[in-house]
């Protein structure tokens, strides 16, 4: 792919979901972005309005299956796939492509672990060699090189934006880390299922997951290698009654003669010159609203009522930084284009 290139070619596998339609709405003006192909295998043949009526008119290709693509003339694929369909499909794809995944195929680097959170042998271990965990503020220079981007989970992002900076920085403890995650229901994606249902949702929050959830080792994963020793976290989702955000609430143990004071700045100092991770006053509570639609991030630190304990609360639109948005980051680093571009837009409120 040239740097110098015009309009960069683009494709978008599973442009029928929610991370597909929030690809297309950042992408359709991005000055150096041509979207030429959409695929969604049960709409083939069908335009991409009849799927997302807030589309219409934007002049983009009609929905085709995957083997209709003319891959030749593709620069770059965003993968936005079901998880443990993408394997395949990307082993198959031409080599000259660059890949960049929305799904959890690549995001585990161990195959082993893999195979026991997902339930299946991983279909590609050799394209998962050379896969870079796509977290775009803590793998700049690896993600600009690569061939096959994994972008991160929503849940993993809220989690390893703060914690990687204090456990690098020997801040925080590794073994005592709690992350209570919230989430809006388009994290769980566009296919019906009867737990998405209006009335099992609204009016309620539930926890799910307990446990066992699938983003527990691509946490671990990423705090393993900030604090260079195995981390085990506890780590517990929730559903709340909101179309999109994420909020975490990570409680840690302070390491000796750090406080929430040295936290905040340690944070402040690492992402001072980041466009979209914010760190908050003293005082100040980040919440779902004020990124609600943005490629923002924001964190707060906070002094725990127990003597040397912390609280650190993180929170981002799952849409956007959480997925599509940080995709189209990792390509803008791709193109050697100003990162921010196509994602300047500030949040929605209310």
Known sequence: MSKHAKTIQIAIL??????????????????????????????????IESVFPHLRGLGLPQLVRIEDVDFEAIDVVFCCLPH????????????????????ADFRIADPATYTEWYGKPHQAETLQKEAVYGLTELAREAIAKARLIACPGCYPTSALLPLVPLLEAGLILAEDIVIDSKSGVTGAGRAPKEEGLYAEVAEGIHAYGVGQHRHAPEI???????????VT??????????????LSTI?????????????????????????FVQIVPDGVLPATRHVRGSNVCRIGVFPDRQPGRAILVSTL????KGASGQAVQNFNLLA???????LEQAPIFP
């Open 84 to 103: 443990g369909a993408t394997q395949e499909t990307v082993a198959a794809l031409p080599e000259h492509l660059k890949i960049i995944d929305l799904s």
């Open 14 to 47: 599973g442009a029928s979901g929610y991370t597909g339609a929030e690809l297309l709405r950042i992408l359709v003006h991005h000055p150096r972005a041509a979207i030429v192909a959409l695929t969604a295998d049960r709409r083939a043949g069908q335009a």
């Open 251 to 275: 409680y840690v143990r302070l390491a000796k003669n750090a406080g929430a004071d040295g936290l905040r700045a340690a944070l402040a100092a690492r992402y001072e010159k980041e466009t």
């Open 220 to 230: 671990e994963q990423g705090l393993s290698r900030a604090a260079n020793v195995d």
């Open 233 to 246: 976290v506890s780590f517990t989702p929730h559903l709340v009654p909101m179309n999109r955000g994420i």
């Open 317 to 320: 639109d799952n849409l956007v």
């Open 336 to 342: 050697g284009i100003l990162e921010s571009t196509g």
